[in-house]
């Protein structure tokens, strides 16, 4: 495929933009190739500047569920900017969200709107000590909670699991209050909550890992992580900015029937705007201004544009057969991209998400993604866009389907896949 204009746009965006990037991951960098830059989306597809098509698996990292510009969300966009983009004030839209979000989450009762997944686990986070006066977090090693410095932690050294900091800039004394656990290994929570009695706020986890590949904890596990966590007074957060919405209408905590005590989403309830919240009871939620003492504000916070596209969503996938069919269609399109693939590739899938593995990832978990399983997905995925078909831009990410994937365009994007060579 010719690709002159990205080319063209991405010397330009290097001039003015570090790494001529407005976010990592679409650097390209893993794949081993520059960007391509897009100027439009339909259904299940991009198309690029220098006029290419694409069948979209990576769908904006999840948030399309009815796929591009849905003509519901889109009428609700158009319908919302003749009235108005951002009144940094209340609007009713905002209320009718929050509604809709609780109608998922049935458990609960208080929503805070927000802007993007960062920015609710960051008030997640800090609600949690504020509720509980505790300063320690347990996070797991593998999983991904946003960019804010305290949760930018790996694993260091040590029974005490103290985790450092992953990123320059971070201080190690910002994540000094931040345990690093193994998702896959209980006794290291044990471990954690023994060497910080009444120290620990919150544990907070992605309920389906899905940034380190995708690994699917049993519902015992999960459900003895909340148990030793409440017995020792800390909450559990359910981090489901990716499979919120993904795994069912009532995300993650639907799927394996558990309760949290917090559920942070992002932009899929926004259909792909920027939209995010933090969802719990009314008796923690409380804590947070102007109700309670824990500050958190954003001028446009449950902005209009964004929350009308979340209820467009919401009415679309409420009480529908969307779940359902996509589970199906995602079990058969990943046994016949899998068959294709043969034995030089695993590929794992969960609901309306998959991943593509190159040779063996283990069972363990943080997952095993080694030097040639990288280079062998770098040249899968190159070769697969010269056949029209935009993967992940990363063996660490999942893929995607949404309701515009019929079976014609995954029977075509199938067929494009069986002449890739890498």
């Known amino acids: 495929m010719k690709q002159e204009q990205s080319l063209a746009w991405f010397e330009r965006a290097s001039r003015l933009i570090p790494g001529g990037v407005n976010s990592p991951v679409r650097s390209f960098k893993h794949v ?6 897009f100027e439009r989306a339909q259904g299940p597809y991009l198309f690029d500047v220098d006029g290419n098509r694409y069948t979209d698996f990576c769908l904006a990292f999840g948030p399309h569920l009815l796929g591009h510009t849905a003509p519901a969300v889109v009428a609700a966009i158009t319908e919302q900017v003749q009235k108005g983009m951002t009144y940094g004030a209340c609007h009713p839209g905002e209320v009718r969200l929050a509604e809709w979000i609780l109608k998922a989450y049935p458990f609960f009762d208080k929503v805070r709107l927000l802007n993007s997944g960062t ?12 509720f509980t006066g505790r300063p320690k977090v347990i996070q797991f090693e593998g999983c991904y909670h946003g960019h804010s410095d305290g949760l930018l932690a790996k694993a260091g050294s040590g029974v005490a699991f103290l985790g450092e900091s992953s990123s320059q800039g971070v201080p190690a004394s910002i994540v000094q209050e931040t345990l690093v656990c193994r998702y896959d290994d209980f006794s290291s ?10 120290q620990i706020a919150a544990v907070i986890l992605e309920p389906v890992a899905a940034n380190h590949g995708l690994w699917v904890p049993s519902r015992e596990a999960l459900q003895n992580i909340l148990s030793l966590a409440r017995q020792n007074g800390a909450l559990v957060i359910f981090d489901e900015v990716i499979c919120g919405m993904r795994l069912g209408f009532h995300g993650a905590s639907g799927f394996f029937d558990l309760q949290p005590d917090l559920v942070t989403l992002g932009k899929v309830i926004g259909g792909g705007m920027p939209v995010a919240a933090v969802v719990g009871r009314s008796e923690v939620l409380s804590h947070l201004a102007p109700a309670g003492s824990v500050y958190q504000a954003g001028t446009l916070s449950g902005n209009p544009l964004g929350v009308a596209a979340g209820c467009a969503v919401f009415e679309q996938v409420y009480e529908s057969s969307l779940y359902e069919d996509l589970a199906k269609s995602t079990r058969e399109f990943v046994g016949e991209l899998a068959e294709i693939l043969g034995d030089r590739a695993v590929v794992r899938s969960v609901a309306s998400l998959f991943w593509i593995h190159f040779g063996n990832p283990g069972e363990a978990f943080p997952l095993e993604v080694s030097d040639s399983a990288r280079e062998q997905y770098a040249a899968f995925f190159r070769s697969a866009l010269d056949q029209g078909v935009y993967l992940p831009p990363s063996p660490y990410e999942v893929g995607f389907l949404s309701k515009a994937h019929t079976p014609e365009v995954l029977k075509d994007a199938l067929a494009r896949i069986k002449e890739v060579r890498g």
């Open 32 to 37: 081993g190739r520059a960007p391509v830059y």
């Open 119 to 130: 920015e609710a686990v960051m008030t997640a986070v800090r609600l949690a000590r504020g």
């Open 189 to 198: 929570l044990q471990h954690a909550f023994e060497a910080h009695p009444g």
